[in-house]
């Protein structure tokens, strides 16, 4: 029994084994991963493969992303208002009748290019509101000592879908064009079984933040997820990197493309590859951080040393600036290497810095933002960083037009130094104004 007679989620519920409950939750975000990015490639094949038109297959990709423009504010205030186990088991289970739809037109020849670009933006729109969910979902069912596991599990499971899911879409469309469609629709239907078979939730804490939430104006609710999210300098300071780093690179891949039509196809999916293995690198390297902290801070107290200790919010700190000089050292590598191979250099590095800040960056706003607004604080984070992808096409392929493959690569390499050099004498004039403030405050 708790306090005042209340019984545990898990008393009501009956037995819970959390180890059960964090495979269900791999599952899940495996099976959701790998359906959402089959489907970036599928859904462009399919519409050139129906009209013959790279411009048709321009504006299906669009209608993919479109929706993170769109949805991500509004979608992070109803995440804060309803379940988050029932808004996850409603995406997934539209998802999959959606893809099973294409599926049944291609089968027996009925599809229509209007017909693909709906099914395509509802899939974006329907992974804005499950990506949403997921973060709420995780931190009700995952203890705090299991979270950064949980999340490093997460991020590799997303950059695993990156490196293998887009040479399996290719494949298993010339297998048959609804081939990647049929497995799709049973991805997704996986993922809903799991999330259903989750155990230990309490559905009455869902029901008061509904009911809470129900007094507040919509508008108020989505000012209150800016200023959740701004209230921590270092969710501010990520937002504005991550942005700029997220149009970088996506831009860089554009370019790339846009310059590759010389290239084997399968030449340029290795090189886009890359990003995934540099992914998966970098969860690696987000797991095995606190235990090098940990290890480090013992050592320097065992040795009787000053008592200066690494932290986890050190670190953050110190992997956002590294990430801004190393995407620097990254798009440079592209711009003047002038093969291929360089190019996937600079897309595994980035990868791997990248995923290194999602996993810190994620961990600190589960922890630290307040949890009647996470969803709604995480929405104005992505609706930022994944927002400014859908202009990076236009942008590479406008950089490619006007500087060429080479020129358009330095160009961005010449904007990242900029950024990262201007951010980092900022933080050298403000820690001597800080230090100079101090010590006349010492005085006085």
């Keep these: 029994m708790g306090e005042n007679g209340a019984v545990p989620a898990q008393e009501r519920t009956g037995s819970v084994r959390p180890g059960w409950n964090l495979v269900r939750i791999w ?12 489907l970036n490639v599928v859904y462009p094949l399919l519409a050139l493969w129906l009209t013959g038109s790279p411009v048709q297959a321009g504006w299906t990709g669009f209608a993919l992303t479109l929706p993170t423009l769109l949805f991500y504010i509004p979608a992070g205030v109803l995440a804060d208002r309803v379940d988050p186990r029932l808004l996850i088991l409603v995406t997934e289970a539209a998802r999959g009748l959606t893809v099973a739809s294409v599926t049944a037109a291609v ?55 990156v490196l293998t899911a887009r040479p399996l879409g290719g494949f298993l469309f010339g297998v048959a064009p609804a081939a990647p469609f049929l497995v799709n629709t049973l991805l997704f239907f996986m993922s809903f079984f799991s999330v259903l078979s989750l155990r230990g939730h309490d ?14 104006r919509f508008l108020r609710e989505m000012a209150d997820g800016v200023k959740a999210l701004t209230a921590h300098p270092f969710l501010r300071n990520a937002m504005a990197l991550t942005t700029v780093t997220n149009l970088m690179v996506n831009t860089l891949i554009m370019v790339f493309i846009a310059g590759s039509a010389s290239l084997p196809p399968l030449q340029v999916g290795l090189v886009l590859a890359a990003g995934g293995l540099g992914g998966v690198l970098g ?84 922890a630290n933002v307040e949890r009647s607004k996470l969803a709604r604080a995480v929405s104005v984070h992505r609706l930022t960083v994944h927002g400014v992808v859908c202009f990076a096409s236009p942008l590479g392929g406008l950089l490619v037009s006007v500087l060429g493959t080479a020129g358009a690569a330095q160009g961005l390499f010449a904007a990242m130094a900029a950024v990262a050099l201007t951010v980092t004498i900022w933080c050298i004039a403000r820690r001597i104004t800080l230090r100079r403030i101090g010590r006349q405050t010492a005085k006085a």
Excluded at 27 to 38: C, E, L, P, Q, Y
């Design 27 to 38: 599952v899940w975000t495996a099976s959701s991963m790998v359906g959402s990015r089959t």
């Design 107 to 161: 089968a027996f020849d009925a599809a229509d290019f209007s017909h693909i670009l709906a099914a395509a933006f509802v899939e974006g729109a329907l992974w804005v509101f499950h990506s949403l969910g997921e973060t709420a979902l995780i931190r009700s069912f995952v203890p705090q000592g299991d979270l950064r596991g949980v999340l490093t599990t997460s991020e590799t499971s997303s950059h695993v879908a």
């Design 203 to 216: 559905p009455r804490q869902a029901g008061e933040a509904k009911e809470a939430a129900g007094r507040v």
């Design 283 to 366: 969860s690696a390297l987000a797991s095995a951080i606190p235990a090098f902290t940990t290890a480090a801070n013992t050592a320097i107290g065992s040795a009787g040393r000053p008592a200066w200790r690494l932290s986890e919010h050190g670190w953050r700190n110190a992997m956002l600036f590294a990430q801004m000089w190393i995407w620097a050292v990254a798009l440079c590598v592209a711009a003047f290497g002038g093969h291929p191979l360089f190019f996937g250099a600079a897309v595994l590095m980035t990868g791997c810095t990248g995923a290194l800040s999602n996993v810190s960056i994620r961990a600190f706003e589960i």
